[in-house]
């Protein structure tokens, strides 16, 4: 499967210019069977989402993510800042398939050092997406540092990772995901924005990760582009199977 990682630079609460910013990123990028967008795309991190979160009953984004998956017949991955039908406010993102239906995870660990456990509820469920033979474990930006929330029990292939990860603390994304990727015997696909808001400088480095850790494809730190990797199943079962790591993890309950 080829998989294709748009690394932006988000405009601060302006989704239309957002979407807009994306479709062009889209023309210009390798034809892929799924792409990956970055943490709340639509309109940067918000931490205060009053006015900006899209409400679950008119989200633009959504159903941007939508159309062009439809018309594009790909599948397409990120997260958004959405007002539920449970009136709350969750960073949820979606993996949409062609066909308009969509997996949908909730970030679990709220970043509180930023203020996001301040407004956002909590997510409490993993969330698998399957695609294409494929399967995907949805994980979004703080995520990252709790290895036992991303342990692969036997029931992933790829993880993927959406952020708004800060440029001071790149030594921490590129180490976190290379070892993600080593520890669970998959690929990981970390989808990073670049730029600034008015709080915080992004680190870009998107990359595409090998099971044996090693980068099949990264971006750079402060620029808008996209990277492009194939997921080869075969190879991840073949190394699985010679060097059956995960037979030997630790049994645990959340």
Same mark, same amino acid.
């Given at each position: 499967?080829?998989? $294709?990682?748009?690394?932006? !630079? +988000? ?15 889209? !023309? ?27 409400? =679950? ?11 062009? &998956? ?18 709350? =406010? %969750? /960073? ?10 969509? =997996?949908? =995870? ?10 996001? !456990? ?15 033979? %494929? ?12 290895? %036992?929330?991303?342990? /692969? ?21 590129? $180490?976190? +995901? ?13 989808? /990073?924005? +670049? ?23 990264? &971006?750079?730190? !402060?620029? %808008? ?21 995960? /037979?030997?993890?630790? &049994?645990?309950?959340?």
């Amino acid at each position: 499967m080829k998989v $294709t990682v748009l690394q932006t !630079d +988000t405009q601060w609460a302006q989704p239309i210019s957002n979407q807009e910013d994306v479709h062009k990123l889209l !023309d210009t990028a390798e034809k892929s069977e799924l792409y990956v967008l970055p943490e709340m795309w639509a309109t940067g991190f918000v931490t205060s989402p009053e006015n900006i979160a899209e409400d =679950y009953t008119s989200d633009s984004s959504l159903q941007w993510m939508k159309t062009t &998956a439809g018309e594009r017949q790909c599948a397409i991955c990120g997260s958004l800042s959405v007002f539920t039908h449970e009136k709350k =406010y %969750v /960073n949820r993102q979606y993996f949409v398939l062609p066909d308009g239906s969509f =997996y949908c =995870y909730d970030k679990h660990h709220l970043f509180t050092y930023g203020g996001e !456990d301040r407004c956002y509820s909590a997510g409490n469920k993993r969330i698998v997406a399957q695609y294409k033979g %494929v399967r995907f474990l949805l994980q979004t930006c703080y995520d990252l540092r709790f290895p %036992v929330w991303m342990r /692969n029990t036997g029931d992933y292939d790829a993880i993927i990772l959406v952020a708004n990860w800060p440029e001071s603390r790149l030594n921490a994304w590129q $180490t976190l +995901t290379r070892a993600r990727a080593i520890e669970n015997q998959c690929y990981v696909i970390a989808a /990073n924005r +670049t730029g600034i808001d008015p709080t915080c400088q992004y680190g870009g480095s998107s990359a595409i990760i090998d099971p044996y850790g090693r980068v099949m494809a990264e &971006a750079e730190t !402060d620029k %808008v582009q996209t990277i492009t990797a194939d997921i080869d199943m075969a190879r991840l079962q073949a190394f699985r199977e010679k060097f059956p790591v995960l /037979n030997d993890r630790d &049994a645990f309950e959340l």
